[in-house]
């Protein structure tokens, strides 16, 4: 799933190179850009984490400090008077357990090392790691050289006359991975320097480092901007003497993060994925689920090409439904709908709504009047009994009157 996401990522930079360097230079100049690039970030974010580490010693007393602090808070309140009865209760505990008679000898166990083995013991935890990424470096190698073939053999293997629908499906589905990655990516990299200037002038050391760190986290989503702006707090409050310097890191994540939320996202970002919050909520906890951290980080690429093959595969239109950000409903079911839940104020809410973003007049035709023709339909039909269908029409009248002194309210403003 990773190779194929790459090679949806990178057809378009390969395409355009193919016409100067030819298919496979352009294939491994690509990759190997990327890959390097993604390597060198890699090694060097983990020796400046080295030296991060080197560096905790000296913040020694900070860190004492501010044990001592919460020690001294927690002093004679609630705090220690819980504390002192989750002692009591050990203890209590430990002496009922005690054991009676010859006490047991304690048991030791040696270990031995393998002769020939022990200077390539530190390989063990790296094999796994890069024995994947050499196998989705190779499937993204081949899946760009064979990709006009592999669309062939997919679109023979939908059939020739689903030809018009697989074109349609392939397109949405890059182009909608792309714009989101694009997207996700300005945004990322605004509040990367945002907060590598903020941290600097507050004095956290390392700064580029988390703000490296918290733009490439926020990939992920709902984990990754916690885990970003956590670790600089961290380190702020091992760091920075007193209390002032990390409270000062902890507003600063938080209005940076409010900013990155309802202005960047909002001017940058929305509608780029076409994925309703919940349904996006919901494919990160499956993915994580069935792929641990890969699958957080690959759960809203993954979700928008399900969307697409909901709107374009007949069979699976009911994934777009429940998974896309455009309404389920026709605005005029939905009113008609919200009549027959006798959920008067969300009726009038949608002709509000109507009568701002459409014609004011229209209102009457757009949802009135087809919800007049649904209930005499379905009463004749028995789906609905006399009764409710004159609950439909009470509500309408009211509704009526309401939406004309709407409409009184609006027009003169549209005409001004």
């Not at 919460?70 to 009591?88: H, P």
């Not at 997919?154 to 949405?172: N, P, R, S, W, Y």
């Amino acid at each position: 799933a990773l190779a194929v996401l790459l090679t949806f990522v990178l057809t378009p930079p390969v395409t355009w190179l193919e016409r100067w360097l030819g298919r496979v230079p352009a294939v491994l100049a690509a990759v190997t850009l990327v890959f390097i690039v993604l390597g060198l970030a890699g090694w060097g974010l983990a020796r400046q984490m080295d030296h991060l580490a080197d560096d905790l010693p000296t913040y020694r007393v900070n860190i004492l400090a501010k044990i001592a602090d919460v020690r001294g808070a927690g002093k004679g309140g609630s705090v220690e008077k819980l504390q002192e009865t989750i002692e009591g209760i050990k203890n209590e505990l430990g002496q009922s357990r005690a054991p009676t008679g010859t006490p047991s000898r304690s048991v030791v166990v040696t270990s031995e090392l393998v002769p020939g083995f022990s200077g390539f013991s530190w390989l063990g935890p790296l094999l796994g790691p890069l024995g994947t990424a050499g196998l989705v470096l190779a499937m993204v190698i081949f899946m760009l050289l064979e990709r006009r073939d592999l669309r062939d053999r997919l679109i023979g293997l939908f059939g020739h006359g689903q030809l018009t629908v697989t074109t349609k499906a392939f397109d949405e589905a890059g182009t909608r991975v792309s714009r989101q990655l694009l997207m996700q990516s300005l945004v990322n990299l605004v509040y990367g320097i945002a907060v590598g200037i903020g941290l600097y002038v507050l004095g956290v050391p390392y700064p580029w480092v988390w703000a490296a760190l918290g733009a490439a986290l926020r990939f992920i989503p709902y984990v990754g901007p916690v885990i970003g702006a956590g670790a600089p707090i961290l380190v702020s409050l091992a760091a920075l003497p007193g209390w002032a310097g990390p409270l000062w890191v902890v507003g600063f994540f938080v209005v940076l993060e409010l900013f990155t939320n309802l202005v960047l996202e909002t001017v940058l970002y929305a509608g780029a994925a076409g994925v309703s919050q919940v349904a996006l909520l919901v494919s990160v906890a499956f993915w994580t689920w069935l792929w641990g951290p890969l699958g957080l980080l690959m759960a809203t690429p993954l979700t928008v090409c399900l969307v697409v093959l909901g709107k374009h595969v007949p069979g699976l239109e009911f994934v777009g439904v429940l998974m896309a950000d455009t309404p389920a409903l026709a605005p005029e079911y939905g009113y008609y709908q919200r009549l027959l839940a006798r959920d008067q104020s969300e009726a009038a809410d949608l002709i509000e709504r109507h009568i701002k973003t459409e014609a004011p007049r229209s209102v009457y035709d757009a949802l009135l009047l087809p919800a007049l023709n649904y209930a005499e339909r379905d009463r004749l039909e028995q789906r609905l009994s006399l009764d409710e269908e004159t609950a439909v029409i009470d509500a309408t009248r009211e509704l009526l009157s309401d939406a004309a002194e709407s409409i009184r309210r609006v027009v003169p403003e549209v005409l001004a």
